[in-house]
């Protein structure tokens, strides 16, 4: 079975700072790993994903994320955020050879971009 | 082709009564996915199918749920005998690779309140 922890539930940051969403995750096999967001009264968005390759990960509207396979970790960050940052982000991951690849979801991170 | 959509957005019942939400994938994708998400939660897996073959049910799909894709194409999903315990955003997603990874895109979702 898989877990995702994210270990922080609300994030404040203020405008034009970095932020940085933690993310770890436990698997008995190797995954797939992913970061979602959902603005207010939205569907979930895909802001990037880790397949296999190079662990930095860049993504839209200027996130990135890096991948450790030793620390079980895939922590997303934005070097500047903007006041449209404001939202919730999800860490996700999917078994590499699971039929169906559903998602396993953490409990999110609640950012809010304070002006 | 719009994205995934959901209906209705909005449902409030009685507890003990029977509702059915429905979801219209992205016309490609063979898979499409139910997830559920309560207050403060990250989604949680229910079901999924690939074409109109339901492939996979989580154990959180107790006997008062069901689903199904007819024709490979639109899904529904019912719950009868409501409890209040079933109030959550039920969100649908759908992907487009077969046998691969895809990205799945999701629905604005359908927001449950049982009273």
């Known amino acids: 079975a898989q877990s995702v922890t994210q270990l922080d539930s609300q994030v404040p940051v203020f405008e034009e700072a970095p932020v940085e969403l933690r993310c770890n995750y436990s698997?008995?096999?190797?995954?797939?790993l992913f970061w979602y967001v959902q603005y207010p009264n939205q569907g979930l968005q895909l802001l990037l994903k880790y397949l296999s390759g190079s662990t930095l990960v860049k993504g839209i509207n200027g996130f990135e994320a890096e991948f450790n396979k030793s620390q079980t970790s895939f922590h997303l960050r934005k070097p500047s955020v903007h006041i449209s940052d404001t939202a919730e982000y999800f860490c996700?991951?999917?078994?590499?050879?699971?039929?169906?690849?559903?998602?396993?979801f953490g409990g999110g991170t609640r950012v809010l971009v304070k002006p | 082709d719009t994205g995934v959509s959901q209906d209705p957005r909005h449902k409030i019942t009685k507890r003990g009564q029977n509702v059915t939400f429905r979801c219209d994938p992205i016309?490609?994708?063979?898979?499409l996915y139910w997830y559920r998400q309560t207050l403060g939660q990250g989604p949680e897996f229910l079901t999924y199918?690939?074409?109109?073959?339901?492939?996979?049910k989580s154990r959180l799909l107790s006997d008062r749920f069901s689903a199904e894709r007819p024709k490979g194409s639109f899904s529904t999903l019912e719950i009868q005998r409501t409890e209040q315990g079933d109030s959550a955003m039920y969100l649908c997603?759908?992907?487009?690779?077969?046998?691969?990874?895809?990205?799945?895109?999701f629905g604005p979702g359908t927001r449950l309140t049982v009273l």
């Open positions: 997603a759908s992907s487009g690779i077969a046998g691969g990874v895809g990205e799945q895109f």
């Open positions: 996700a991951v999917s078994d590499l050879k699971a039929a169906g690849n559903k998602l396993t």
């Open positions: 016309s490609e994708h063979n898979r």
């Open positions: 199918f690939q074409n109109e073959a339901q492939l996979e």
């Open positions: 698997s008995s096999v190797s995954v797939y």
